[in-house]
């Protein structure tokens, strides 16, 4: 039976959606936009903190793809860091629920200025799908000020990156 089904997944092709094609190009200037805009406003290279509140860990995934190989936002002197107390933006994804709003105000409060947040993904701005529900507070928006919305479900890299250029442009 095993073998059966290991031989007809060798046989045909995985039913999977082929991936739309990065432009290498357009990544790194995207990239070294975002990085010349992080040194004028800030003197030095961006920190993010990614806070989930709540999320379906959709937008998370796109979020760990700035990490891959395809964004490396290390390769810029983008990174991310383990504690609020080292970030420059905060990046909250999903729906605020009741036992998070406490913890994403304390971790607002804990990043030092200038600090900026960025709801990430439909269920940030208002609650998306989530909304109405008895666990659920709202967007983040309902707990800390928010400097801008990055819209889909989820977002890709490509917007994230696009959003944090226009972000540090904006407060240049």
Not at 25 to 54: C, K, P
Not at 100 to 106: E, G, I, N, P, V
């Amino acid at each position: 039976m095993v073998w059966r089904t290991i031989a007809r997944t060798l046989r045909h092709r995985p039913l999977t959606v082929a991936p739309q094609a990065v432009s290498d190009v357009a990544t790194q200037d995207l990239a070294d936009r975002l990085a010349a805009a992080s040194q004028r406003r800030l003197g030095r290279s961006l920190a993010i903190r990614q806070v989930d509140a709540g999320s379906c860990n959709g937008c998370e995934l796109e979020i760990n793809m700035l990490n891959g190989i395809v964004y490396d936002l290390e390769r810029f002197g983008l990174r991310f860091v383990a504690s609020p107390r080292h970030a420059d933006v905060l990046l909250v994804t999903g729906p605020i629920t009741r036992n998070m709003q406490d913890a994403l105000r304390r971790t607002y409060d804990a990043t030092p200025d200038p600090k900026f947040v960025v709801a990430v993904g439909d269920c940030a701005v208002d609650g998306g799908v989530f909304k109405g529900s008895y666990a659920i507070h709202g967007g983040v928006d309902s707990t800390v000020p928010v400097d801008l919305v990055v819209r889909g479900c989820p977002p890709s890299p490509a917007q994230l990156l696009e959003g944090l250029r226009l972000l540090l442009e904006a407060n240049a």
